[in-house]
């Protein structure tokens, strides 16, 4: 059974830092690409990052770039997400989604979910 | 950006009546290996996001087969043939084609 399971979402103050992680099972984790989305309580889905399966391409929306970091540790079966800089625009609930491969497509799989909220 | 546009953004329906959602997206989402990269989500109240349908008309294993998918080029549909109690909740379309970056509609909620 596929798995997946955030964690690291608090409460931080604007311009503070956290890591979000994410443990994956159930799957071959390096042959998948992996996402994180985000969604605003009670708003929309928005796509934040995406990392490939040996974790040499990532890519990221436009109002995350240069201040948050996907990475990946393929031994440990797990995704991450450096979030620095934060704004409060930035607080959301943060999944991890098993993102493509190419006879599954995109976003097969998603986690529970961990919840971020930059506030002072 | 691809821009997704759903409608209807509410969608009150009737116990064990049809629905259908609309998604448009403003450029084709045929890619070059031929295929569509169109996804439908449901999100269930408290849920997280679950996957229905993905390039276009392929339904998830556990989906029931009342959730088909339908379109090509600029224009889908999901449709629900019969709604059942369980189907509350909010509905996303979302193009894997033109990326970055991966591009949701706004949703659809649907409620009894």
């Known amino acids: 059974e596929v798995q997946l399971v955030e964690s690291g979402g608090d409460l931080v103050q604007p311009g503070g830092s956290l890591r979000l992680s994410c443990a994956a099972s159930g799957f071959f984790f390096n042959t998948y690409w992996m996402s994180w989305v985000r969604q605003i309580p009670g708003k929309g889905l928005e796509w934040v990052a995406s990392i490939n399966e040996d974790g040499n391409q990532k890519y990221y929306v436009d109002s995350v770039k240069g201040r948050f970091t996907i990475s990946r540790d393929n031994a440990k079966n797990s995704l991450y997400l450096q979030v620095d800089s934060l704004r409060a625009e930035d607080t959301a609930i943060y999944y991890c989604?098993?993102?493509?491969?190419?006879?599954?497509?995109?976003?097969?799989?998603w986690g529970q979910g961990t919840l971020v909220t930059v506030s002072s | 950006d691809v821009v997704m546009t759903q409608s209807p953004l509410s969608l009150p329906v009737t116990l064990r009546q049809p629905a259908s959602i609309s998604c448009r997206s403003s450029?084709?989402?045929?890619?070059?290996?031929?295929?569509?990269?169109l996804n439908w989500f449901q999100q269930r109240p408290g849920q997280s996001p679950r996957r229905l349908i993905y390039?276009?008309?392929k339904r998830d294993s556990g989906v029931p087969d009342r959730f088909s998918g339908s379109g090509s080029g600029t224009e889908f549909t999901l449709k629900i043939s019969r709604v059942e109690a369980e189907d509350v909740g909010v509905y996303y379309c979302?193009?894997?084609?033109?990326?970055?970056?991966?591009?949701f509609g706004q949703g659809t909620k649907l409620e009894i």
């Open positions: 979302m193009q894997g084609t033109h990326w970055p970056p991966y591009t």
């Open positions: 390039k276009v008309y």
């Open positions: 450029q084709s989402l045929v890619f070059s290996d031929g295929n569509t990269y």
């Open positions: 989604a098993r993102w493509f491969s190419h006879d599954t497509g995109y976003g097969d799989y």
